[in-house]
């Protein structure tokens, strides 16, 4: 069986599991699939003694579920999706249909009905395809079910009363979860496991590839039967296209194999063997697509989606365009595509803000990152479309100025200094305690910019005095920082150069995020001047994304990109930052990390001068 091209074609379709089911929802984003969810609200009362088999009764429930959905959701959004997934699991023994028990004694009658006997799980599960036509909705149901046998241990009355009171039982067919505490109660399991979990996955995926990827009949005739393939062949597949169960997308289904392995007599499987595809290039695709995501967030920051859903959310679409003066049809899809990307959630009553959402794309909050978020809109965005040039011919040839250059416009250093202030307010904690820096007295923070870290390290250490030493044109504008006006008196803010002025006087110097903005004689020349104007004893800490490559690429590695485009500075490693360090009379040079994202590098100012 081969999954991949199926779920490529799958991806730029709009998928949704009609299920509640936490399980069910593991068990498909495991596969791979990219899908919504919107639980059914259809009631599960069908009359059972109407179907001649528990599975009938299974089957129909999966597509009453998942027909609920498609027609709710096409007569809200006038848009239906399209695919929906509906599933109904039951748990069968001598003839009766056991569902989730009512109440805890419901629960014992049916684990005491199952102790020490084989019984039956089905699932039914329910694919149905949706078109709409002249705003009719039009649906294609696929449908099939899958049976596994599982025997309980003989258990004795306390067991049975104590995996009753765990509570776990009261939402599960049957009463019992296998893939939790239930599982001590099964003695052995006949079938696929995860059917008996809520979903048969291996069914499904065979399903999907006679609906989306049926062979070509050339193909089918010329796997040889006598050999043993290591993987399924197509002859599950070939059901389908003999007709099998008429599911309409086998009809519709794109014929051929994406490209991929190449079938055909000039094709690599010349002694008559369906060769197995490459891997499906999932990360590449959701890498080409990287930019798209990061313009929706962008995008729905800048329209503040995140804002009106945090006040008043949940709000429909409709709702939400009219608050953003924007068209229904593209809020709607942005506020899909949010959904998709785990910012936002979509329910029966509307969308509503993620908490990760609330928490950081929100414009207010301590830990809002709006302004870093309109940063890399605005600013990064356009710099980085001169990566080719900076690659080509060197740093000197990009565009982008430094964020910190003097000929910014008052927007843009505001801008500038909203992206840092929230930024460092997210990280100030983790830098100002990597180190116990209670034995210094006195600290300034060189270009500490809104003073962000400079308040986190006078709440931590109760007698340090901070200074924030930054350009006149940042310091003018850090009250509007601070709302509640008032600096706590042992935080003070000093405008001035630090390649030019006095450095204040301090016993802790704090560069952070400054060293990588520079190129190799300006650090040099900078660390000096620190240097000088340390006491020995003192200290000198530095906050980077260093270079490393025990780090996640991800980490540090666009950091490298950034000092590119920006012409000028460079990243560095720690093994750099502490010979740099060294070079500038700073002995036990220690290093910690601050979180996933910051490395803090502290030295102690030796007593003589290198
Ligand atoms: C990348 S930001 C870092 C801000 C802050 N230290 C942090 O970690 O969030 C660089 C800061 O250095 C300041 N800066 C740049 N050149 C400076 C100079 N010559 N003298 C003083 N500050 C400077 C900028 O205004 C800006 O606030």
Redesign the pocket.
């Known amino acids: 069986m081969v999954l991949s091209p199926v779920i490529g074609k799958l991806l730029h379709k709009r998928v949704v599991l009609a299920s509640a089911s936490p399980r069910r929802r593991e068990i498909l984003s495991q596969a791979g699939l990219r899908f919504e969810v919107v639980p059914s609200r259809f009631k599960e009362k069908l009359d059972k003694a109407a179907f001649a088999t528990p599975y009938a009764y299974a089957i129909e429930t999966a597509k009453q579920k998942a027909l609920e959905v498609a027609s709710r959701m096409h007569q809200k959004d006038l848009r239906a999706p399209d695919v929906v997934i509906g599933a109904d699991t039951i748990v069968t023994i001598g003839g009766l249909i056991l569902e989730k028990p009512a109440d805890k004694q419901d629960a014992y009658r049916m684990l005491s009905r199952l102790n020490g006997k084989e019984h039956s799980v089905f699932t039914g599960v329910a694919i149905i395809h949706c078109c709409s036509e002249d705003g009719q909705l039009d649906t294609d149901v696929c449908e099939f079910h899958e049976e596994t046998t599982v025997k309980f241990s003989e258990l004795s009355e306390d067991l049975l009363w104590e995996y009753i009171d765990s509570g776990e039982p009261m939402d599960k067919a049957g009463g019992y979860g296998i893939q939790a505490l239930g599982g001590m109660l099964v003695e052995y399991v006949r079938g696929d496991f995860l059917n008996v979990v809520g979903f048969p996955l291996n069914h499904f995926c065979k399903k999907l590839v006679e609906l989306y990827c049926p062979p070509h009949r050339e193909d089918v005739q010329r796997v040889k039967h006598d050999s043993i393939p290591a993987v399924d062949t197509f002859e599950i597949a070939s059901e389908a296209a003999q007709g099998d169960e008429g599911c309409g997308p086998s009809r519709a289904g794109v014929h051929g194999h994406t490209g991929q392995a190449p079938a055909g007599p000039q094709g690599p499987d010349t002694n008559g063997l369906v060769e197995n595809p490459p891997p499906f290039p999932s990360d590449l695709l959701d890498l080409i697509d990287g930019f798209k995501a990061s313009k929706a967030l962008f995008t729905a920051c800048k329209l503040k989606v995140f804002d009106v859903l945090k006040e008043e959310g949940p709000l429909k679409a409709v709702d939400v365009a009219r608050k953003l003066n924007a068209s229904v049809c593209g809020t709607g899809r942005l506020l899909d595509v949010c959904v998709a990307l785990g910012l936002l959630e979509k329910t029966d009553t509307g969308y509503g803000n993620t908490q990760l959402a609330s928490r950081h794309l929100a414009s207010e909050g301590a830990c809002s990152l709006h302004g870093f978020v309109a940063y890399n809109d605005e600013h990064a965005w356009t710099v980085f479309t001169d990566l080719e040039s900076a690659v080509r011919q060197g740093p000197r040839a990009a565009a982008g100025r430094p964020?910190?250059d003097p000929s910014q416009s008052r927007d843009q250093?505001l801008r500038?200094?909203r992206a840092?202030?929230g930024?460092?307010q997210l990280t100030a904690r983790q830098v100002a305690t990597a180190f116990d820096l209670s034995r210094f007295a006195s600290a300034c923070?060189?270009?500490?910019?809104?003073g962000?870290?400079a308040r986190e390290l006078a709440r931590e250490y109760p007698r340090l005095k901070v200074t924030v030493?930054?350009?006149p044109?940042?310091i003018e504008h850090v009250s509007s920082f601070h709302p509640e006006g008032r600096q706590p008196e042992r935080l003070r803010f000093v405008p001035?150069?630090?390649?030019?002025?006095d450095l204040p006087d301090a016993q802790l110097y704090?560069?952070?995020?400054?060293l990588h903005?520079w190129a190799d004689d300006r650090v040099h020349e900078l660390l000096s001047r620190v240097s000088r104007s340390c006491k020995p004893g003192g200290g000198l800490l530095v906050?980077e994304t260093a270079l490393d490559e025990r780090r996640a690429a991800r980490a540090s590695l666009p950091a490298a990109l950034n000092a590119l485009v920006r012409a000028q500075g460079r990243e560095r490693s720690l093994a750099e930052y502490r010979s740099l360090l060294g070079q500038h009379g700073f002995r036990d040079v220690q290093v910690a990390q601050a979180g996933d994202r910051l490395d803090v590098v502290l030295g102690t100012r030796a007593s003589s001068a290198p």
């Open positions: 964020a910190e250093r500038f200094m840092m202030h930024l460092t923070d060189l270009g500490g910019c809104t962000a870290l030493f930054d350009l044109e940042v001035g150069d630090f390649f030019k002025d704090i560069l952070s995020r400054i903005d906050v």
